[in-house]
């Protein structure tokens, strides 16, 4: 016997939010057995990382941290993956978002004032949309592929971070080790409440989600991003135009990157390290995608991903599960939600290919 | 300027060149067959944590080669399924396969941190191997002849054999590929899983002949190098292996300038680090330019293929 | 047979999950946890390898009394390295280790949530009531392989691999320029500052530069042991770095300098049981064990062993200092007076080269 993969003529809703429940589910199932293999406690390991974090309080407000920055590039990928446009250059985007930032913070080191924190964030978020005009530009201009171009600016802006830390932008009190001052009061993000490490870069996500929500499922803006993306040819029947698109999904995702950038500089680091490019940019397309390119799924699936980092450190301490296991069990979880997609659109139909009686 | 210095350059200019033109090798004719795998650095750590293994174990660094070889191969088969079969989205994969690579490398490499593999023999007799000026055509690791002989293999298969025309035209147009009657999916799966398998070995020739220890992120984002030196090179193997020497040669001179110092420790080193990435957008920019079609990416590079059933 | 499988990685997973949750309240008082936040993985041969060393030094040494946790690949800075010591912290560990320089803001931070908690900080400069820091004088291992470069180098040239060009970097290449120049006046080091502290193929392509460029010595202030691996195959004469490399060196790794945190974290451990435990920031030298020279390799020859022996034996006895003036700077400047012996502040900040150094920043 043989299955076949058969179109539905509707894509299934239900495989749709199953899919991703799913692949959590496996992965879990399938790290326990990995591990076990490999000689570690597999069942207390996918226990540890996974639930931990949720049961035990003192670990909500790290989720929260982990998952903020997570969450807002990711509102942001996914706008831009629905109109077709495939920005993977949000790590870059993000740390130019920081350098944005810091180089107002560096300007304005012995000033104060509650106007210096809004001026930062602005400037990340241009920096952000800066750094993805440039693939919007030859996309739209001269037809350059954006996932080629987005892919190598990440690494150019990283070499730009290290570069300015260890020249002009180095702390002058700091030992000559590459790393800015730390920021003044007037330059950091406050807290939520004093006491906590919830600083305002946690609400920030949910309202980036909430509106981005909101803008891609009741303006035309939305409409149109979600019809060039399926359905090019309709849309320039439509007249929407695939340039303006272009831009705008660039724009938003970059801005929404480069907004991640400057909370995350300006929250929980105050400074700029050459450290501060922790991969966010491209944990975040998993977000994106775990998320099925909607912002309000985006938000638990920043979660999930936020509860593997902080379950994984968890594992550690615990268990002493080694930090290369973190990796694992998110390559498996996007490869099992990848494979669950796939049942979205078709679903498996058996075909007999051998006579009957013959063992298959 | 001595000849012996200069060929001492040469020499570390081919070293570092090439695992990014093993790797790009194999990109090319995945990229060339339609599909884009972003797995690459995944690939690589694999097969460089299998080959050092296997050496470390049998004690014969070529079988730690082959070994390299089959699980790149293996590895992108995970890719293969997901987004040939599946029709997965390519991008997100190749991602996850290099996050998953990163990570079972490093788990499956913990026995074998800190040992030491037994290295190559010289192919060539030893006055040449090691002679000061001859070493510079003769002194190599088996595998650096290997990536010149695939080079040209790979030039010959895409342009004079009628597979290779059969992968360019998956790649170019799969639909009319599929109503002439050739197998989308298994050129498309054959295609990765030989990607896959020069990944492998540029992985291993980290381990076994560039740094022979094993250690976590031992490729260090070269993969990422691999992938911009396909683009760099416009999709033809023969640029390929000029763009890989061009690349090598740039973290080359970067090493001899901080040791010389003088005109080239002018630019900071952080500029020579971005320069191949900046380079290559500089070359797609160039290619849309001429518009000359052939030169372009493969026109269905990264999107799934959907028979109109 | 499967299902004996699946019993067995149950019954395993079910026992071994529940120990954490029991180690937390049965042990209490008796024993003390230990936290150990670090750097990367013990694997890389060098820094976090050292520190890993260190942390087993304290289990084998005190045994029943301390329980280890350690933490792998915290990083260098920001919210990870808070997040990890205040993991550890509300996991019941009295005393944590925050292993890297990088560390500091994040050490400050935390240790001042949990007062209860004694936290030290490796490197670094501020302390608070339950925070000390720890350092240990990698400089006066440097005076003694500079010692044996100076004699042994034909050339009298030497490459320096470097990470960041940070007061402990210059001051372990000012210590081994200035050692060699003691022997050989001409000695040159080149020096190349690599912005790593752990890419083996690009230390490789460095130490080959090294070389290609006529340096007949290399040593490196980076942590992978892959210069080491490739001036054994070169015949090239080598030191290790931070662990003892001689197993990539076994002909060409003259003598490792190696980082010996054991003693400090076992006296620290101690002291915290003992209830006598203060903040403070002790800067251990080869007298007190921070660092350790391996012994020389065998083609060493007997009048240079004795040479760097006395270095050595200077700096244990107080005899001997490195930085002793007259000094002078990469320009011919004044670097240090002539009979001066500058303090542990001068040491910390330093930020000036040596004379005989070539360097590109």
Known sequence: MQFRLEKRPQPSRLMLYAAPVLAVLLTMVAGAVLFSALGYNGIGAVLEIFTKPLTNPLKWQDLGVKAAPLIIIAVGLSIAYRANVWNIGAEGQYVAGALGGTAVALLTMKMQGPWILPVMILCGILAGMALAAIPAFLKTQLDVNEILTTLMLNYAVVQLLYFLLRTSWKDPMGFSFPKTPLFTASQSLPFLWPGTIMHWGVPTAIVVALVAWFVMSRSVFGFQVRVVGSAPNAARYGGFSAKRTVWLALLVSGGLAGLAGVLEAAGPFRQLVPAFPTGYGFTAIIVAFLGRLSPLGCVIAGLVLAISYVGGEVAQTTLGLPSAATGIFQGMLLFFLLAGDVFVRYRLKAVSTRPAGEAA | MSIEFIVAIIVAIVLVATPILLAGLGELVVEKAGVLNLGVEGMMLIGAVTGFAVTATFGNPYLGVLAAALAGSAASMIFGFLTLSLSANQVATGLALTIFGGGFSALAGKAFLGRTVPAFTQLFPGELATHPIWRVIFGYSPIVYFSLFMCAAIAWFLKRTRSGLILRAVGENDLSAHSIGYSVLGVRYAAVAFGGAMAGIAGSMFSLVLTPIWAEGLTAGRGWIALALVVFAAWKPYRLLIGAYLFGAVMTLEVHAKAAGGFFSALPSELWAALPYLATIVVLVLISLRRSGLSGAPACLGKPFIPTA | ?361
């Open chain 3, 1 to 361: 047979m499967t299902m004996a499988t699946r019993r067995t990685i149950l019954k395993g997973g079910l026992t071994l999950a529940a120990l954490p949750a029991l180690s937390g309240i049965a042990l209490g008082q008796e024993k003390l946890k230990v936290g150990f936040a670090y750097l990367a993985v013990p694997g890389d041969y060098g820094w976090t390898y050292a520190h890993d060393q260190g942390a087993n030094d304290l289990i084998e040494a005190l045994g029943d009394k301390v329980e280890v946790t350690k933490v792998e690949n915290v990083g260098e800075a920001g919210p990870n390295v808070e997040r990890v010591l205040r993991e550890l912290a509300q996991q019941g560990n009295k005393l944590i280790f925050a292993t890297t320089f990088g560390h500091m803001e994040a050490a400050v931070k935390v240790s001042a949530e949990f007062p209860d908690v004694i936290f030290e900080h490796c490197t670094g400069y501020m302390t608070a009531p339950n925070l000390g820091t720890y350092n240990a004088r990698f400089y006066e291992g440097r005076a003694v392989i500079g010692t044996i470069a100076g004699h042994m180098s034909k050339a009298g040239v030497a490459g320096y691999i470097a990470s960041f060009p940070i007061p402990e970097v210059v001051m372990g290449m000012n210590a081994f320029v200035i050692a060699a120049r003691k022997v050989n006046p001409n000695f040159v080091l080149k020096a190349a500052y690599l912005s790593t502290w752990f890419d083996p193929a690009k230390e490789g392509a460095q130490a080959q530069a090294f070389i290609d460029q006529g340096c007949d010595f290399i040593t490196q202030h980076t942590d992978s042991p892959a210069p080491v691996e490739l001036c054994e195959r070169l015949g090239v004469p080598c030191f290790g770095q931070a662990s003892d490399m001689s197993a990539f060196g076994p002909k060409m790794c003259l003598t490792s300098i190696v980082d010996n945190w054991g003693p400090h974290y076992i006296r620290t451990a101690e002291a915290v049981i003992a209830g006598t435990w203060k903040p403070a920031q002790p800067w251990d030298g080869l007298k007190e064990g921070g660092l350790v020279v391996t012994p020389y390799n065998a083609t060493v020859p007997a009048d240079v062993q004795a040479a760097a022996d006395a270095v050595k034996q200077g700096q244990i006895d107080g005899t001997f200092h490195i930085f002793k003036g007259p000094l002078k700077d990469k320009d011919g400047g004044e670097f240090v007076a002539d009979g001066v012996t500058p303090d542990d502040g001068f040491l910390l900040s330093m930020q000036t080269y040596a004379e005989g150094i070539e360097v590109i920043q």
